[in-house]
């Protein structure tokens, strides 16, 4: 009889997942490099902050190519002729692209320092900042025009994916701005709050999930039971976002350690939760 079943297989994979996070941190780092022209206390992180969301943008990059069966494909994106605009796809790789040129003109004028012309720094950051804003949103996109599948299908996920990269990225600043305590105090403030509206748009998700019709029901029991439910609920949701929200809230997370463990909960779970969020879902076809 086992020779008649068809096991279905998930189509995206975990690399996905992998890429959604880098790319998620590349955009929060993005944002964070922009802040520092409106806040003096990140000024610091402006130029580090520019330079890992360039390099995570490379990783991203070969993380995509490297889930190509023929690698040498993603040559055609640098052809307008060829691509396919009416696909999220094709936009997302015109936003990856116009972020990269961004970004290098970005990191040009930071290079000049002093000599440099702010106006134009602040210009470009403020380009680069929107081009990354981009990145979060149409990676969400890619699963929301997806209708038949509960969960992805929801208008909120390239919201979620906002939320989360702009959580990522303080975090990431938090933990580069070391005892830069002017910065930290800012970068703490952006957590909270980040992953506040993170824990608001998960609820949401939970709860609209949980009351819908069977494939959505089934769907919600695989986030919150057993493995996954583990990755989901444990790490994503109580260790990565309520955790750093009540570590921040007492007094160790006025602390430049309390706000570092803070930081590093929320890098963990946002990695866990782009995780579930991709593969969860996936998984009820694999039942039937």
């Known amino acids: 009889m086992g020779d ?20 998620g941190l590349c955009a929060g780092l993005a944002f964070l490099s922009y802040g520092s022209w409106v806040t003096e206390e990140l000024r610091p992180l402006r130029m580090k902050s520019a330079l890992v969301s360039f390099v995570l943008l490379g990783v991203g ?36 692209v116009a972020f990269g040129i961004a970004s290098v003109f970005y990191l040009l004028e930071l290079k000049k320092g002093e000599a440099g012309d702010a106006m134009r720094g602040k210009l470009l950051a403020t380009v680069t900042a929107l081009l990354a804003l981009g990145l979060p949103i149409y990676t969400g996109y890619d699963l929301t025009v997806h209708q038949s599948r509960p969960v992805w299908n929801t208008p909120v996920i390239p919201v979620l994916f906002v939320a989360m990269a702009i959580a990522s990225g303080a975090a990431a600043g938090a933990l580069l701005a070391g005892a830069n305590e002017g910065a930290q105090r800012i970068l703490r403030q952006y957590l909270m709050w980040s992953c506040g509206a993170v824990g608001v748009i998960l609820i949401s998700i939970l709860g609209t999930t949980s009351y819908g019709g069977s494939a959505q029901e089934l769907t919600f029991l695989i986030l919150t039971t057993g493995t996954m439910g583990l990755i989901f609920v444990g790490i994503g949701i109580l260790a990565g976002t309520a955790a750093p929200i009540a570590l921040l809230l007492a007094p160790f997370g006025r602390q430049q350690l309390g706000v570092a463990l803070a930081a590093v909960l929320v890098l963990a779970g946002g990695a866990a939760l782009r995780y579930a969020l991709l593969m969860g879902p996936q998984q009820l076809q694999t039942l039937y």
Request: overall charge negative; charged content about 5%; hydrophobic content about 55%.
């Open 4 to 23: 008649y079943v068809w096991f279905h297989d998930v189509s995206w994979h975990a690399t996905y997942a992998i890429y959604f996070f880098v790319i």
């Open 61 to 96: 990059g070969l993380l995509l190519i490297a889930d190509l069966s023929q690698p040498l494909r993603f040559l055609n994106i640098l052809n307008p002729a060829y691509l396919n605009f009416s696909s999220p796809l094709a936009w997302g790789a015109v936003n990856i």
